[in-house]
Structures are given as structure tokens and as C-alpha cells.
């Protein structure tokens, strides 16, 4: 990944990262990410799903939407995903934190041509919930023309994570406070079936089953 100045941590520089494996894994763990860019005139931040396949992430939407017909136009864009992974609380208020890991890119995208749509968007739908696509039925010629792929190379990429206690001033240590760290997990729970599901179906696909006994 390139490293550039507007790349570089600045605050707690050792908590930056800038290894395609660390930023890879991030963006795999995680579904949401928040696309920022300026939109006639002014600043526009749209939370979407994203999919990731070697360096390149992909986005998809409505042929129509802002996003897409903005970001088709290959104008510069930041993207950020983040995840909090513990409430970290000190003696003063002042070092309250979170830990947490992070991705900021920085870049262009670029509209998916119309004969690889299709892949890009099993892309999307595999980082969602793996071999899901090989189980529904997949789009029609009439929902591929109503949607469009942006792909975004990850080049001008940082990641940044925090891990471990609470930094207090040392004059604090002494405090009757209780200090350290509330862990948060992510976890799949039981599915729930749609409440049209055909009663014939007893239990959740084997891409669903997978994915709840992975955890």
C-alpha cells in the first residue's frame, strides 16, 4: 500500500498500519463501509455495503442513485470502515477511549464494465455471507441494467487500531476509580425465517448455517 501524507497517522502514529495483509483483514471483517465525496458543492458521507477481492473494493447501487452517478464520474473519494472492539475507561475522563480497528482509503473509482458486473456483484454478496450466490436465484437482465458497480482500488490505504488499557496521567494511578477495558463481540444469532417462507423449508440454507457455526 502507498503511504502518503495524507495516508500517514499523525495522531498515535504507532497505531498506524500500512500492510495490505492487516488492511485486508479489516475490510473482511467487516460489511459497512461510509463513502464520503463532495457532492454539488458540498460534502456527502452514504454508508453502503462493500465486497473485496485482492486490491480492489466494490460497490454497487442504483444506476440513478447520487453515489453511484457520482462516483461513475471518477471524482476523488475517501472511504472509511470501523469497528469498536472494547470501551476503554480510565480514572479521569479526559483518557476515556475506545478500541477499535479502522481502514481510511483514499482514491477513484471506476464503473465495472457491463460483461463483469455480474462477478463484481458475487463479490459483494460472498463478502456478505460466502456461497450464498450459488443458492438464490441470481439477477435478471432487467435488475443488472438497473444497477451499477463501482470498483475502488486500494492504493492510498491506512489502517489504525487501538488495543490494550487505558493511558492515565501517572499522577491518577491512585485514584479509587475503577480503570480497564469492556470488551464487545460481534456474534451471530438463531436466524429468523421471513415470515412468508414456504413451510416446506425447516431450516436455514447451508451458506446461513455456515456462517452462525463459524461463530
Known amino acids: 500500500?502507498?503511504?502518503?501524507?495524507r495516508s500517514t497517522v499523525k495522531r498515535a502514529p504507532s497505531r498506524g498500519h500500512y500492510d495490505a495483509e492487516t488492511i485486508h483483514k479489516i475490510l473482511d471483517n467487516n460489511h459497512l463501509c461510509h463513502v464520503a465525496l463532495v457532492y454539488e458543492g458540498a460534502p456527502l458521507v452514504i454508508p453502503t455495503l462493500y465486497g473485496r477481492k485482492d486490491n480492489t473494493l466494490y460497490a454497487h447501487g442504483a444506476s440513478v442513485s447520487r453515489l453511484i452517478t457520482s462516483l461513475e464520474q471518477e471524482i476523488d473519494l475517501s472511504i472509511s470502515v470501523a469497528k469498536t472492539t472494547g470501551l476503554v475507561l480510565a480514572r479521569s475522563a479526559f483518557h476515556h477511549s475506545l478500541?477499535?480497528?479502522?481502514?481510511?482509503?483514499?482514491?477513484?473509482?471506476?464503473?465495472?464494465a457491463e460483461e463483469d458486473k455480474e462477478e463484481a456483484l458475487k463479490v459483494v454478496s460472498d463478502h456478505l455471507i460466502p456461497d450464498r450466490w450459488e443458492e438464490v436465484r441470481k439477477p435478471s437482465a432487467k435488475e443488472l441494467k438497473a444497477t451499477k458497480v463501482i470498483a475502488i482500488y486500494l492504493d492510498e490505504?491506512?489502517?489504525?487500531?487501538?488495543?490494550?488499557?487505558?493511558?492515565?496521567?501517572?499522577?491518577?494511578?491512585?485514584?479509587?476509580?475503577?480503570?480497564?477495558?469492556?470488551?464487545?463481540?460481534?456474534?451471530y444469532e438463531t436466524p429468523l425465517p421471513d415470515s412468508l417462507l414456504n413451510p416446506m423449508i425447516k431450516e436455514p440454507s447451508p451458506s446461513v448455517l455456515k456462517l452462525i457455526h463459524k461463530t
Open 99 to 112: 478500541n477499535y480497528e479502522s481502514v481510511v482509503l483514499f482514491g477513484k473509482g471506476t464503473l465495472v
Open 157 to 187: 490505504v491506512t489502517a489504525k487500531i487501538r488495543t490494550g488499557d487505558p493511558k492515565d496521567d501517572k499522577n491518577d494511578y491512585h485514584l479509587p476509580v475503577w480503570a480497564g477495558v469492556v470488551p464487545i463481540k460481534e456474534e
Open 1 to 5: 500500500m502507498k503511504k502518503t501524507k
